[in-house]
């Protein structure tokens, strides 16, 4: 019963992460990362597909479902919003500070904390979920969407491979489903809402934009808030509000490439060979 | 002397050797203790004392089947309880959630990717994918630590000590995704592999067949990897993928066949000791960071030096 569904609110993290087609580069006094040709990380191309899927599974904007774009950070990161509703994001939120330069990940998802409650309802409510992907391809900590899920009290799904939201018609209750796959076992999962979810490249194949979305882009509006907007003290983000903090960064010494040979026929010998002399045997 | 918290979850004999390598840490760093979630056997217990561990919290009851929420909030009131210098979890993604979410509850710094802690609590890391190395320290409460497979050779105290058992009434959890089901995959017998000293990885040059790799792989005693070409084909399982978007490794012996090395490939497995690469192009990235590399056909090489292994041994 399509029309008895009760539309969804869903925010998805999406973020400018410089390309990991190239070599990247920390520096500066806090050790931060060069962001030229930077994208939107690819990791988050899957939330945003997830998000998009289960709101036209409900019947879309029109049916009042919401899948707002959510990014933190400079000038530049705009453009990953842009390219979310480009792919079919209905509204995007950029939070842009002069303050949040180095902010670690407790800092990050403090700020998200508070611009996701403002995305949603002025600062009061909660949406019924928040998408991310499994990583982003920058500070690789996954530590943001675990932290956004004890601020915001959200039960936590982690690294789905598959997601659905499901009605129970019996007391009228929305629950999302989900499967993960660990090394040794696969999982069901089970949580109400509101949840976190975040997803891996497994979930779906996103959308590319087309033309016909670009367009609709362009229409389309991003609200961009400072921290005075969201009620946070500058002191608490950034490098001196962080909770942890880059003494220093070197680049690994690049490795050289080492002894190279064509097989003859007794390569495989020859390996062996090497493996014992390094005593990996 | 102050307390060292290690979180480990399911710690059953023997001892995995990332638990011991997070014992041996932590006794470098203070005393020993065990915040395990759930109640352990005596045996396990001794086996903790081998490694210098005076104190084991575990929950007073069983803790919900739910996702990390319970296992943070047990975790919490393990570190108010013990009151540590610093927490050290493995760097797996279920312990780095629960070190995130201990991290807001305590209002405490959480450092992913360590390879070492100084005596200063100064964490080493690898960052970007393993192409930097930084040094980080936390600023505000207990630090959090989530520390890499592979980053110290464990070692048993010098004297046993006797852990004494401290029961804990867990803080309620808060929201949280219950499982619902559970299946055990067909167990393989070879070692996790992020934890895996020696792993054998296929890509796009096996052209659908991997039992060369997982051959050779099994008489190293070592894990399968696979590029994401080989498990976005369906010619392995996705959790064999080693990279950007999948697991980043360091074991002791990488060793890459039929794969070309792009730059996502080679961010997840950089830090390895040794690398050697097999693939039949002599232009392939890969033998640019190859210590050892052979320009060859993987289905003759690889068999040659899995029978060669064997006869050896033999």
């Not at chain 1, 539309?7 to 990991?20: C, E, G, Y």
């Not at chain 2, 067949?209 to 696979?226: C, I, K, S, Y």
């Amino acid at each position: 019963m399509q029309e008895s569904k009760r539309p969804l609110n869903i925010v998805v993290l999406v973020k400018h992460v410089p390309d990991a087609q190239f070599d990247r580069h920390l520096s500066g006094p806090g050790h931060t990362l060069d962001r030229s040709d930077s994208i939107l990380s690819e990791l988050d191309e899957y939330a945003l597909e997830a998000a998009l899927q289960l709101a036209e599974a409900r019947g879309g904007q029109a049916a009042g479902n919401m899948v707002t774009a959510l990014t933190m950070g400079p000038e530049a990161a705009v453009n990953a919003v842009k390219k979310a509703l480009q792919m079919g994001a209905y509204q995007g939120v950029h939070i842009n500070d002069a303050a949040l330069p180095g902010s670690d990940a407790a800092a990050t998802s403090l700020v998200l904390a508070a611009a996701v409650r403002h995305a949603v309802g002025g600062g009061s409510g909660l949406p019924d979920l928040v998408v991310a992907g499994m990583s982003s391809t920058d500070g690789e900590t996954s530590l943001v969407p675990a932290q956004l899920a004890e601020r915001l009290q959200l039960a936590q799904i982690t690294f789905a491979s598959e997601l659905e939201v499901h009605d129970d018609d019996d007391d009228g209750a929305v629950v999302v489903r989900a499967r993960r796959d660990g090394d040794s076992y696969s999982e069901t999962l089970e949580a109400p809402l509101p949840a976190l979810v975040s997803v891996t490249d497994q979930a779906n194949d996103p959308r590319y934009p087309n033309f016909k979305g670009i367009m609709a882009a362009k229409k389309k509006t991003v609200t961009v808030l400072s921290l005075q907007d969201l009620g946070i003290d500058p002191a608490q983000v950034g490098q001196d509000g962080s909770w942890t903090t880059v003494a220093a960064s070197a680049p690994r010494p690049p490795r050289s490439a080492g002894t190279i040979i064509t097989d003859d026929g007794t390569a495989g010998v020859a390996l062996v060979d090497y493996l014992a002399a390094q005593k990996l045997i | 002397m102050a307390s060292v918290l290690v979180f480990i979850d399911v710690p059953g004999l023997p001892l995995p050797r990332a638990s011991r390598e997070l014992l041996t840490i932590a006794r470098g760093l203070g005393e020993p203790a065990v915040a395990s979630p759930r109640a352990l056997d005596d045996d396990v217990l001794q086996a903790l004392g081998a490694y210098g561990v005076g104190a084991v919290y575990e929950p007073e009851g069983v803790l919900p089947d739910v996702l990390v929420a319970a296992k943070a909030a047990f975790l919490a009131d393990a570190v108010r309880a013990a009151e540590p210098a610093a927490v050290l979890l493995g760097n797996s993604f279920e312990d780095r959630e629960v070190a995130a979410r201990v991290g807001v509850k305590l209002n405490s710094g959480v450092i992913t990717d360590a390879v070492a802690v100084a005596p200063d609590l100064s964490v080493t890391k690898s960052v970007l994918a393993g192409s930097y190395t930084s040094t980080c320290r936390v600023q505000s409460g207990v630090p959090v630590i989530t520390v890499k497979a592979n980053s110290v050779e464990p070692a048993p105290a010098d004297a046993p000590a006797a852990p004494e058992r401290r029961r804990l009434a867990v803080s309620h959890a808060g929201p949280a995704a219950r499982v619902t089901g559970r299946t055990e995959k067909r167990v393989s017998g070879r070692p996790e592999l992020s934890e895996a000293r020696v792993i054998v990885a296929g890509g796009r040059g096996m052209d659908g067949n991997f039992g060369p790799v997982e051959e050779l792989a099994d008489v190293l005693g070592g894990a399968v990897g696979a590029s994401r070409a080989a498990t976005d084909a369906g010619w392995i399982e996705h959790s064999a993928q080693v990279g950007q978007t999948g697991k980043t490794v360091s074991p002791q012996l990488y060793i890459s066949a039929g794969i070309s090395g792009a730059i996502q490939q080679k961010a997840g497995m950089q830090t390895a000791k040794v690398i050697v690469a097999i693939n039949k192009d002599p232009d392939a990235p890969v033998f640019e960071i190859a210590d050892f590399g052979i320009v060859g056909d993987v289905f003759s090489v690889l068999p040659q030096a899995t029978e060669e292994i064997q006869k050896r041994r033999s």
